[in-house]
T-cell receptor, first 114, second 116 residues
Framework: SQTIHQWPATLVQPVGSPLSLECTVE??????LYWYRQAAGRGLQLLFY??????ISSEVPQNLSASRPQDRQFILSSKKLLLSDSGFYLC?????????????FGPGTRLLVL | AQSVAQPEDQVNVAEGNPLTVKCTYS??????LFWYVQYPNRGLQFLLK??????LVKGSYGFEAEFNKSQTSFHLKKPSALVSDSALYFC??????????????FGTGTRLKVLA
């Protein structure tokens, strides 16, 4: 079964600084990869998804970007952080992409922008 | 448009009692429904899903969910609650992204508190 790693686990950054969050997946090949943000410990918002290397789709316009340089690596970035970027960031992977796909989530990165 | 509603912000139940966490959905076409649990400062863990077939779906940690098409509901249940079940529970339905692929649409979550 797949294992999802995220780091760092916690990050405190000043406004205007850059950001790089990393997600790697083990135990599966050619996964669909997803970045979510969870604000205030509640609802999850899909930010980006990727069905293959170099293929990124954005769900909402924002200050963030994503990249997939390798099959099992997914990176979330920002050139200049905003206060509103604070939140809990979750990486997830799925196998099929179809309606029945089960997504499995990593442990998350908590980002605080000051 | 697809949507999911979790009408209860929090559910309190005594240990040993049965628990129910409610979820209703709105979809066009066949519903694909999921339940996840989140413990503090952790990622979401998959509990169970309904794709087709038997309306009663059994999942991890003794949880089950009942799909009711006429009431458009997918309530999560457990016969006997444990203190360790205290967590945040999310219901989700599969919907479409702007480019036509599938994505999860999550409810706002229900916090379950099991009292000893």
């Amino acid at each position: 079964s797949q294992t999802i790693h995220q780091w760092p686990a916690t990050l405190v950054q000043p406004v205007g600084s850059p950001l790089s969050l990393e997600c790697t997946v083990e135990g599966t090949s050619n996964p669909n990869l997803y970045w979510y943000r969870q604000a205030a410990g509640r609802g999850l918002q899909l930010l980006f998804y990727s069905v293959g290397i170099g293929q990124i789709s954005s769900e909402v316009p924002q200050n963030l970007s994503a990249s997939r340089p390798q099959d099992r690596q997914f990176i979330l970035s920002s050139k200049k952080l905003l206060l509103s970027d604070s939140g809990f960031y979750l990486c997830a992977c799925g196998a099929s992409g179809g309606p029945e796909e089960t997504q499995y989530f990593g442990p998350g990165t908590r980002l605080l922008v000051l | 448009a697809q949507s999911v509603a979790q009408p209860e912000d929090q559910v309190n139940v005594a240990e040993g009692n049965p628990l129910t966490v409610k979820c209703t959905y709105s979809v066009s076409g066949n519903p694909y429904l999921f339940w996840y649990v989140q413990y503090p400062n952790r990622g979401l863990q998959f509990l169970l899903k309904y794709i087709t077939g038997d309306n009663l779906v059994k999942g991890s940690y003794g949880f089950e969910a009942e799909f009711n098409k006429s009431q458009t509901s997918f309530h999560l249940k457990k016969p006997s609650a444990l203190v360790s079940d205290s967590a945040l529970y999310f219901c989700a339905v599969r919907g479409r992204t702007t480019s036509g692929t599938y994505k999860y649409i999550f409810g706002t979550g229900t916090r379950l508190k099991v009292l000893a």
